[in-house]
């Protein structure tokens, strides 16, 4: 049950009652109504806006409006107050049972409360990592392959029907010089000497066991031969090999994909890009034109020419794109547009693409082609990861031997863990920079968050432990749980701490709503904190401890609290891909 929907709902059912006895006016628009908790604890558990927006379509002041449906949701069963705050915020207080119940909910759902069908089965698209075929992963594919996966689970969470995809940048000048790189670890398999890798090459020794794979496969066939004779095969045995490193990095860090598409066989063997460029062709958003020079450049370095160029300026970009290169081939703009109006014929009406910092400029462009070749009946929503820094207690961390550039996710996966590398990931908003210092996340401190949120799982793991050492068969099971005498659990901080957990709900929605899945580690970490705050005071204070040996009662209710922490703590850990622990080593 996601508190806030209800109470939204329970507000319009007010309104509309006020309405039927005539003292609002019929038919008020209700979609911008919100139910939110108040900014501050103190003035309640919920608060509506709906006096505010509703005020000038009644002719009515705020505060007068505010006032009739204070007076209606006086009376509601679950609140104890209602009252007027500031310019016309209705602020309402619940009962305490109400909260209790909603602990009950969490015990009887398990690991799935919080999911909705807000999506109601509707098919989305979600495409992140895409990294060229040309070596192992780096850091920065990490962050954007986490974030897609965790935006992934979100949206599954609320109904949607997801499909995870990657698309294999497969063709162009990159995969040529790949293969022409593996071609020199080819030869230097086969006993040449090669000396320094040649400027425009990749250098990173990734490459030499796939050169040794190649020479024992074929052997000398490749030596000495032309260019135009070796230059397809090899690019194709390089790239299904980058393609399984890339798959082994992906795996490690417990990302999965449904899709795998192809660049070069699902756009351009299958002539795709002809098929949507006579798409626009037919919509007249192709013609022969001349562009202005890029922002920047003089004139006198430009060289104007008549191009293919698409209409993007008819759907919100700056300048209108070329599809066509001065050879005749087709642009990455043109194999891209292919793409996604091959996506929007499989069924994919809306699209997410996760994509890196450095791909900002490409935004608009494609957002128009989406618009283009969807006659507007499609959207694409695109998520920039900022770049991730690493470091070692606060220097920066060299590159790695093995990529030769760079340090590699598999070589910070291996070092720390899947589960530390996804948290961390998601401790700060996908467009801002991430600071990533081995020394910190792997310290045992409340400033370790994925440390600090494990930990209160594994506390709770530890108290029903305890729990069951002193009532010998006493039934720990959920079900039992949910059937004790909730109403037991009165003091100020247990109330505080259900109310964060029935605040999980309303997270996962607009989380996803957002997308944004970074609001679930900070959820985490700040349930972590209400639940170890009042493990510390049980510690200090004996009427407050979990484990109350001459109680059986209120054991059973606080033990239902701890509960509820574990499986909402653990909901929210597997959401985002991190598997909880039993206790901590």
Not at 126 to 155: F, I, K, Q
Not at 340 to 357: E, N, P, Q, S, T
Not at 358 to 382: C, F, N, P, T, W
Request: charged fraction near 25%.
């Amino acid at each position: 049950m996601n508190v806030f929907s209800y109470f939204r709902e329970q507000v319009v059912k007010e309104l509309e009652t006020l309405a039927a006895a005539g003292k609002l006016p019929p038919g008020l628009d209700t979609a911008r109504v919100t139910v939110e908790p108040p900014r501050e604890a103190a003035h309640g558990d919920i608060s509506t806006n709906a006096a505010l927006v509703l005020a000038k379509a009644a002719a009515m002041k705020p505060r007068d409006v505010a006032a009739l449906l204070v007076e209606r949701l006086r009376s509601h069963p679950e609140a104890t107050a209602a009252d007027i705050a500031g310019p016309g915020f209705v602020n309402l207080r619940l009962r305490d049972s109400f909260w209790q119940t909603r602990l009950g909910d969490i015990l009887r759902t398990g690991e799935t409360y919080g999911a909705a069908d807000i999506g109601a089965g509707q098919a989305i698209n979600v495409e992140y990592v895409s990294a060229n075929p040309t070596g192992p992963m780096h850091v920065g594919h990490g962050r954007g392959a986490v974030v897609g996966d965790a935006l992934a689970a979100l949206y599954a969470k609320i109904g949607y029907k997801v499909t995870r995809e990657y698309y294999v940048n497969d063709a162009g000048a990159q995969v040529d010089q790949l293969a022409r790189s593996v071609h020199l670890r080819y030869r230097e398999a086969l006993g040449e000497t090669v000396g320094a890798i040649p400027d425009g090459l990749y250098p990173g020794e990734y490459l030499q066991p796939v050169g040794a794979a190649l020479a024992a496969r074929d052997g000398d066939k490749w030596r000495g031969r032309p260019e135009d004779e070796w230059l397809a095969p090899i690019r194709e045995f390089a790239i299904a090999a980058m393609m399984e490193l890339i798959r082994g990095d992906l795996a490690a860090l417990h990302v999965r994909h449904d899709v795998f598409s192809s660049e070069r066989h699902d756009v351009v063997e299958r002539q795709r890009v002809g098929e949507v460029v006579e798409f626009l062709r037919q919509r007249d958003l192709v013609y022969t034109g001349t562009l202005e020079p890029p922002k920047g450049m003089k004139p006198d370095d430009w060289e104007p020419r008549p191009q293919m160029l698409f209409r993007a300026t008819t759907f919100g970009d700056d300048v209108d794109r070329p599809l066509q290169k001065s050879d005749g081939a087709w642009t990455y703009f043109a194999a891209d547009m292919a793409y996604h109006l091959d996506k929007y014929r499989r069924g994919f009406a809306r699209m997410i693409g996760v994509w890196g910092a450095d791909h900002g400029g490409y935004v608009k462009r494609m957002q128009a082609a989406v618009a283009a070749i969807s006659d507007g009946k499609a959207g694409l929503e695109i998520r920039l990861c900022q770049l991730v820094n690493l470091l070692e207690k606060g220097e920066p961390v060299k590159m790695s031997k093995r990529a030769g550039t760079f340090v590699t996710l598999r070589d910070v996966v291996d070092r720390v863990g899947a589960g530390v590398v996804r948290f961390i990931m998601l401790t700060r908003k996908h467009d801002q920079h991430l600071d990533f210092d081995f020394a910190k996340v792997t310290e045992q401190s409340k400033d370790n968050p994925v440390f600090y949120v494990q930990y209160a799982h594994a506390r709770t793991r530890s108290v029903m432990r305890q729990a069951a050492e002193a009532f010998p068969g006493i039934d720990l099971s959920d079900r039992a749980l949910a059937g004790a005498d909730l109403a037991r659990l009165a003091h100020a901080d247990e109330i505080v701490l259900v109310k964060h957990l029935a605040g999980w709900p309303r997270l996962v929605e607009s989380a996803a709503e957002a997308g944004e899945p970074h609001r679930v580690a900070f959820y985490l970490y700040d349930l972590a904190a209400s639940f170890h705050a009042l493990w510390t005071r049980g510690k200090d204070e004996t009427a407050l401890r979990f484990v109350a040996a001459d109680d059986r009662a209120l054991t059973l209710a606080r033990l239902a609290l701890v509960r509820g922490v574990g499986i909402v703590v653990a909901s929210g850990l597997r959401l985002i891909g991190v598997e909880p622990v039993e206790e901590m080593r």
